[in-house]
């Protein structure tokens, strides 16, 4: 029993660290339903981000005239081409915690639409870009969602991330889809060891009761 609760303390910090630290990264709050919504710049209505760049558009997947707008997780997503379509438009996170020296990863889906061309994104870190994410291409019907995924090391106690639509790429200006943002801890070699021993430990434990029992 003992190395059994030993076991779950040492997998307790890698657990821990697969946790999303941005709040709302799938754009589901707040909801509105069947419909779309406008946030302009500087808006803090859409829950734990700001908006910059004119306006973006908050879609709903049950919104479909004519077209079928799927969310890539969840079911709402941000346009960042916005109402009056652009591009230079995106969204600001809250600021969250994070350790200096530590590294995290930062993963984002980018969509695109049927008849569309590609879908560029432009993402920063604490202000600095850190480079362009562009899907290629569209589905023949729908909405095709993309990842990226980065890592990056933290230089300070709280960091922000953000995303612009960007013309790069011949990257449409009528669409750029924007979902499932998530950032996490990458956990450091001796935690991912402490981890595996725990393991151990209850696989040891199990077949030690197995045996008693026999």
Same mark, same amino acid.
């Given at each position: 029993m003992?190395k059994?609760?030993?076991?779950?303390f #040492?997998?307790?910090?890698?657990?821990?660290?697969? =946790?999303?630290?941005?709040?709302n +990264?799938?754009? &589901?709050?707040?909801?509105? /339903?069947?419909?779309t919504?406008?946030y302009v710049?500087?808006?803090t209505g859409?829950?734990?981000?700001?908006?910059?760049?004119?306006?973006?558009?908050?879609?709903n997947s049950?919104?479909?005239?004519? #077209?079928?707008?799927?969310?890539?997780?969840?079911s =709402?997503?941000i346009?960042l081409t +916005?109402?009056n &379509?652009?591009?230079?438009? /995106?969204?600001?996170s809250?600021t969250f915690n994070t350790?200096?020296g530590?590294t995290?990863?930062l993963?984002f889906?980018?969509?695109?639409?049927a008849?569309?061309p590609?879908?560029s994104?432009?993402y920063?870190i604490?202000?600095?870009?850190?480079?362009t994410f562009?899907?290629?291409?569209?589905n023949?019907?729908?909405?095709?969602?993309?990842t990226n995924?980065?890592?990056w090391v933290?230089?300070s106690t709280?960091?922000q991330?953000?995303?612009?639509?960007s013309?790069?790429?011949?990257?449409?200006?009528?669409?750029i889809?924007l979902?499932?943002?998530?950032?996490?801890?990458?956990?450091?070699?001796?935690?991912?060891?402490?981890?595996l021993?725990?393991l151990?430990?209850?696989?040891a434990?199990v077949?030690?009761?197995?045996?008693n029992r026999?």
């Amino acid at each position: 029993m003992r190395k059994t609760i030993l076991a779950a303390f #040492l997998a307790a910090p890698l657990f821990a660290s697969a =946790q999303n630290l941005i709040t709302n +990264g799938s754009f &589901e709050a707040p909801v509105i /339903g069947a419909t779309t919504t406008y946030y302009v710049t500087g808006d803090t209505g859409l829950t734990d981000w700001t908006v910059s760049g004119n306006n973006v558009q908050l879609v709903n997947s049950q919104w479909t005239p004519n #077209l079928s707008l799927t969310a890539s997780n969840g079911s =709402q997503w941000i346009d960042l081409t +916005g109402g009056n &379509e652009g591009f230079g438009k /995106g969204v600001t996170s809250n600021t969250f915690n994070t350790v200096i020296g530590q590294t995290y990863t930062l993963s984002f889906d980018v969509g695109t639409l049927a008849g569309r061309p590609n879908a560029s994104v432009d993402y920063s870190i604490n202000g600095t870009v850190n480079g362009t994410f562009t899907n290629v291409g569209a589905n023949a019907t729908g909405m095709k969602w993309a990842t990226n995924t980065v890592t990056w090391v933290a230089n300070s106690t709280t960091s922000q991330v953000s995303f612009l639509g960007s013309s790069a790429n011949a990257s449409s200006s009528t669409l750029i889809g924007l979902d499932n943002v998530v950032v996490t801890a990458v956990p450091e070699p001796e935690t991912l060891a402490m981890l595996l021993a725990g393991l151990g430990l209850i696989g040891a434990a199990v077949k030690r009761r197995k045996a008693n029992r026999a």
